[in-house]
């Protein structure tokens, strides 16, 4: 960050050179001499220094001693200078040190964590005896356990003031301070205010730097999770799109930028804007504050306003006469060939539909992801040099390694409904969801103008019922064995759906379906949630003798589906019909066949599809001969700004809701139902980040060696 390295790899290149305990040491003039000695391996013991922070020497372990200079000065304020013979470990800076370390123990409750770098210094430096009958005086201030993310116990608080410098001289939020005088002096809030009215921005820099256990994470954070744990949106996303960036470059106006970090990781950001699951705005912390980041929407927000810069910066690597075909034009295909053909293999798809796309064509309704701007985007894909077949379904691998391919990538999704198991669902009026959503999607009749019941209660689902509704039906119901709380849909379809009139049946099930004159009569068995299953939903128990029967014209099935893959490819298939294949390469038991997506996962969301096509890609472009690096940095990486400013409303700004169209009007056409942020909004929304990756890039405090030379 700043700091240290500062001197070891600035600019300035005027060198000096000093002595420090018989040692040589050659440092860039204007670095103190605590940072010459740590250059040089020679530890000085320090609490209230650190790399990242502006120094104030207030603790004074750090003091040594120099020839000509009077007393002892503390090393993190004084420059290094030519010529200086600097001594840090004299039995008199060894017994000052007990005695100053004497003073900060003194009023510390208990043992200091083994952890803690407190502990460390104070193992290194020594303790000296407490005298008879004297006892360590805390201030007895309770712990504050109110705040997010972290607890403060300020009666472990050694008055170093490396989280007051942090907040006040490097973030520049000055969201807390030294409050009170005297020994009555505290690190707090202006008026003790709770940290979301003091203008914190919960970067976290403060718990970071702390050196005494005064501050910790209320969650446990240790390695090898750490990293994974604070930057959550990046390590949730399936692609690992940088969000804190791209978002960044939003708050900033940059958006070509933030659309390049974006397309460094996937070649369809506009329709990930539109249709991604974002389980990343799960993750998000800022939820834990009040409501997630709309990381999402700033996607699609940044990918409406594509100038196309990022194609004159695009390499296609020469020819390598290598040949892929890719079975399936879905996102996981697609993904592959687009990073292929960048590698410089010809790259050809087959599809089996009349066009490209996959679920992302066929089964999301174009309310939600208007078919220009897929199709936009998959035209990216073929200007590169990528060719697709549709209209030609693939029955044999044998055959394509015949007609000259030298690897095939089978990403041909889950497109098979399932069965609900129950009796006389054979009936014709009795449909599957996928195909349902495939034939409105293509334009094919569908005739469900009556009332209709949709069973299941995920995406699928909520698709199946609002479209239904957008093709004429009278009344759709959806029947889910579950309540409300358990149901695998997003929140906001379960929502939208409701507002468009989408009527729900929860903890209901049905088990038997019989013809009762023109309708159907479909007997189902009421429920009652019981304990958690291994997902951790509680699992629906059927209530005896508590059947009804529930009259309906039509029962679409939204219950889940599994991969069809022909048996001419001779691919192991596990107990659900997934081929199988290594989650990380993706190969699959036949030499130069790799597999991946819904086929291999089981039903995913377009995002996972991406990923499983990114990672056939890097195992393809390896098997092919090629280095496997698929990761090309469009735009250079910057260095984030360490200083986020103040900004009273900060916590407070909630996260604003999507515009849309009005249930009414949308319900009876497939006009896209969620509008744009617009750009004030979208800034807003941007600037709402708590800048998690600020955390992960602040230096570590020099520690102790681990035994006294
Ligand atoms: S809370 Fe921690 S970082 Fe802040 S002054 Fe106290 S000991 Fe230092
Ligand atoms: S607040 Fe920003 S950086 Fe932190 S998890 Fe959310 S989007 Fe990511």
Redesign the pocket.
């Known amino acids: 960050m700043q700091g240290l390295h500062k001197y070891l790899s600035g600019d300035g290149d005027k060198m000096i050179e000093l002595r420090i305990d018989d040692t040589k040491v050659e440092v860039k003039a204007g670095a103190t001499v605590l940072e010459a000695a740590l250059q040089a391996g020679v530890y000085i013991p320090n609490l209230c220094y650190h790399p990242d922070i502006p120094p104030i020497g207030s603790c004074r372990l750090c003091i040594v001693e120099i020839d000509g200079v009077r007393g002892v000065p503390t090393s993190c304020t004084t420059p290094a200078k030519e010529g200086m013979v600097v001594r840090t470990d004299t039995p008199k800076l060894q017994n000052l040190r007990k005695d100053i370390l004497w003073l900060i123990l003194s009023a510390y409750p208990g043992d200091p964590e083994k952890a803690s770098q407190l502990r460390k210094v104070a193992d290194w430096i020594g303790r000296k005896d407490l005298l008879p009958g004297s006892v360590p005086k805390p201030a007895n201030i309770l712990p504050a356990f109110d705040d997010p993310f972290f607890v403060r116990d300020l009666d472990k608080c050694i008055l170093c003031g490396r989280c007051v410098r942090m907040c006040q001289d490097v973030r520049k939020t000055g969201a807390i301070g030294l409050v009170n005088r005297g020994i009555k002096t505290v690190v707090g809030t202006g008026g003790n205010a709770p940290l979301k009215d003091s203008g914190c921005k919960f970067c976290l820099a403060c718990v970071e730097v702390c050196p005494s256990g005064a501050l910790y994470d209320k969650e446990k954070l240790e390695e090898p999770e750490r990293a994974k744990k604070l ?4 390590n949730t996303c399936p692609a690992g799109i940088d ?2 960036r791209y ?1 960044r470059l939003i708050a900033a106006g940059k958006y070509q930028d933030a659309l390049e970090v974006i397309r460094e990781k996937v070649p369809f950001p506009l329709t990930l804007g539109y249709a991604c699951n974002h389980a990343c705005e799960e ?4 939820g834990s504050l009040n409501s ?2 709309s ?1 999402r929407a700033l996607k699609r927000f940044v990918a409406e306003r594509d100038s196309g810069r990022w194609r004159s910066k695009l390499v296609i690597e020469p020819s390598t006469g290598k040949q892929v075909a890719v079975v399936g034009a879905g996102p996981g295909g697609l993904t592959a060939a687009w990073y292929l053909r960048q590698a410089g293999h010809a790259v050809t798809v087959f599809e089996a539909l009349s066009e490209p796309g996959g679920m992302m064509r066929s089964v999301i309704p174009a309310y939600r992801l208007p078919r220009k701007v897929l199709a936009g985007e998959i035209s990216e894909i073929t200007a590169i040099g990528v060719k697709i077949v549709t209209n030609s379904e693939v029955k044999s691998i044998d055959v394509l390694f015949e007609q000259g391919f030298d690897a095939v990538f089978v990403a041909v999704g889950a497109p098979s409904g399932m069965k609900m198991g129950a009796e006389g669902e054979n009936d014709p009026r009795i449909m599957d969801g996928i195909c349902f959503l495939r034939a409105v999607s293509f334009g094919k009749k569908t005739d469900i103008a009556g009332e209709v019941l949709v069973v299941g209660g995920g995406n699928v689902a909520m698709d199946v019922a609002r479209t239904a509704l957008r093709v004429g039906s009278k009344k759709v119901t959806v029947l889910y064995r579950r309540t409300r709380e358990e149901m695998p849909a997003l929140p906001e379809e379960v929502e939208e759906a409701v507002k468009e009139g989408v009527k729900f049946r929860f903890l209901t099930a049905p088990e038997k379906i019989s013809s009762s004159g023109k309708k159907l009569g479909v007997e189902c068995i009421l429920m009652k949630l019981g304990e958690p299953d291994a997902g951790g939903r509680r699992r629906p128990v059927p209530i005896e003798g508590s059947n009804i029967v529930i009259k309906a014209d039509r029962i679409i099935t939204a219950i889940g589906q599994r991969p069809a893959v022909p048996d001419g490819f001779a691919l192991p298939l596990d107990k659900k019909c997934c081929i199988q294949a290594d989650p990380e390469t993706m190969a699959c038991s036949r030499k130069g066949v790799f597999a991946g997506g819904d086929a291999v996962s089981g039903p995913a969301s377009i995002i996972e599809a991406v990923q499983a096509g990114r990672k056939a890609a890097v195992s393809i472009d390896k098997y092919l001969g090629g280095s496997g690096v698929i990761d090309r940095p469009v735009i250079p990486a910057e260095e984030p700004p360490f200083c986020l400013g103040r900004d009273e409303s900060f916590c407070s700004c909630e996260r604003a809701g999507l515009p849309s169209i009005s249930a009414a009007k949308r319900r009876s056409n497939f006009d896209l139902a969620e509008l744009s942020l617009k750009e004030k909004d979208a800034i807003d929304a941007a600037k709402r ?5 600020l955390r992960l890039k602040i230096s570590k405090a020099p520690m102790p060696p681990d035994k006294k030379e």
């Open positions: 930057l959550p949106c990046v969000i804190p978002v993750a998000c912390r800022r997630p980041i990381i980040c708590l800048r998690c990756e």
